[in-house]
């Protein structure tokens, strides 16, 4: 059973004569202009398939003739699974899946509203309201656990996850040696390494590439030991405007989809037909200041966009829709997060990160409850509108008549819930009502919502003995709650 992904690509900002020429240009920048690849074992997957090298020893050029023998590798499909089957997820054409992201190291407090360190209970309590909330598609741990040595902090936020959700758990390591731990870990949680490998509980963001075209070499070396295990790894770069790109939209798409194509590339080199993600996050900054400006209308758009030069090539994406500069789950960071989940969820993305909880300097737990909604309403739109001979109604019309009433119609019972999206905590009382029940804004009545959440959702439990063996194998510190 695969959860249900709406198909997107009504929006489309390039036309695809526009996306054949940056498609072009992409091609033309690697092999004028080539990479820097400071990792001698990637140089070599790169020379043996036919990549030019020199005149320095890290230089690398992709002749098109490369590229195109990699893509036709490279699967158009890719499944990411949940340890709840019906939440696994098919990524592939325009369909559309949101859910979290980030590494940020702050949380704002539930209870008082401040800014403290990301604790790793909070990657466990988020998970598990995030598990609660039906419109989130998967879990990327937002925060970085700031009360875990670094050692010891791939396989804890792993299992932290996996432990409070059946939703997919993506998220990134710090060293190549603990690829090894983190996928023996969650193949003790799906029963086998066999298990782990046909249905893939877990997968792995790589930032393999430090833009503009300089690949990074201890990113990469994690990279290429994911891929040799067989899991999904997502191809991050985020080449931002201005900076580490042109400070053209179209500039920053061509750099953008050159080094996706130059990681997909090396995958297929070194594991053909291996599951791979095209993780193209176009940023931004201000010009004004010189800061990074995660909600910029800008770069809400360059997302929406880049997912067309990711279908263009047949591969499934990875981009970033609903973040904010917003430090507070406020009206900013309703209107910037509708804006960009909105447009990536309409030009058809297929694994929307950031798209619930992340504000400018952390996450906070009302901010999930919130962008869920938004993310509900971003489905349906996706969704548009119906049109068949049971939809037009011309017999229901006929039937009531001028005058008449629809509300008691067996049709109307019969379409209400495919036609009209139910919001779980937005107030569409009349004045008289709120005042009634509290006079709650949005930001309290989720946080109300969360923290019943966290007081009464169970997740899909990990058996006893699982967790048995995995405490007796690692030293997890999470306790359970």
């Not at 086998?192 to 430090?210: D, N, V, Y």
């Not at 994690?222 to 899991?231: A, F, M, S, Y």
């Not at 996706?260 to 940023?283: D, E, H, K, T, W």
Request: proline share 5%; glycine share 8%.
């Amino acid at each position: 059973m695969v959860r249900e992904g709406f198909e997107g690509g009504q929006l489309q900002f390039l036309t695809e004569k526009e996306v054949s020429r940056i498609h072009g240009m992409a091609l033309r920048i690697l092999e004028e202009i080539g990479l820097r690849v400071p990792l001698p074992e990637a140089v070599e997957l790169y020379r043996n398939a036919g990549a030019k090298i020199g005149p320095e020893p890290d230089e690398v050029r992709l002749p098109a003739v490369v590229v195109e023998a990699a893509l036709r590798e490279a699967p158009s499909r890719v499944s990411l699974c949940g340890r709840d089957p019906e939440q696994d997820l098919l990524l592939g054409g325009r369909r559309v899946y949101a859910g979290t992201g980030g590494a940020e190291t702050h949380v704002l407090d539930l209870e008082t509203g401040a800014l403290r360190d990301a604790t790793l209970a909070d990657v466990a309590r988020l998970a598990r309201l995030v598990d609660a909330l039906p419109h989130i598609d998967f879990y990327i741990r937002p925060v970085e656990a700031q009360d875990v040595p670094p050692e010891k902090l791939d396989v804890n936020k792993y299992f932290a996850s996996l432990f409070n959700t059946g939703k997919h758990v993506m998220g990134n390591v710090y060293a190549v040696e603990r690829v090894a731990d983190v996928i023996e870990m969650a193949s003790l949680v799906a029963g086998s390494r066999e298990a782990l490998a046909a249905r893939p509980i877990i997968s792995f963001i790589t930032s393999w590439m430090m833009s503009p075209l300089k690949v990074n070499r201890d990113v990469t070396e994690i990279l290429l030991e994911v891929v040799r295990q067989g899991l999904p790894a997502v191809l991050s770069s985020v080449p931002i405007l201005g900076l580490t790109s042109p400070v053209t939209m179209a500039g920053n798409l061509a750099l953008t989809h050159a080094e996706q194509l130059s990681g997909i590339v090396l995958v297929q080199i070194l594991r053909p037909g291996a599951p791979i993600i095209y993780g193209g996050c176009p940023g931004v900054i201000d010009m004004r200041n010189g800061t990074f400006s995660p909600g910029s209308v800008e770069r809400q758009i360059l997302n929406a966009a880049v997912s067309q030069m990711a279908q263009h090539i047949r591969v499934p994406n990875y981009n970033i829709g609903g973040i904010t500069d917003s430090k507070v789950p406020d009206v900013q960071a309703g209107y910037e997060k509708g804006v960009g989940i909105c447009l990536t969820a309409l030009a058809g993305s297929n694994y929307i990160h950031h798209a619930a909880g992340r504000l400018r300097d952390g996450v906070a737990y009302e901010q999930f409850v919130i962008d869920n909604e938004i993310i509900g309403m971003a489905k349906r739109a996706i969704r548009g509108v119906v049109v068949n001979d049971e939809t037009l109604a011309f017999g229901e019309i006929a039937e009531v008549g001028p005058g008449g009433s629809f509300i008691d119609r067996s049709h109307t019972v019969k379409h209400l819930r495919d036609e009209l999206f139910f919001p779980a905590f937005s107030d569409r009382n009349n004045r008289a009502k709120w005042e009634s029940e509290g006079s709650l804004d949005g930001r309290e009545r989720a946080r109300i919502e969360a923290r019943r959440i966290l007081r009464e959702h169970k997740p899909l439990a990990i058996p006893r003995d699982i967790d048995k063996k995995i405490r007796e194998k690692f030293e997890i510190l999470l306790r359970v709650e």
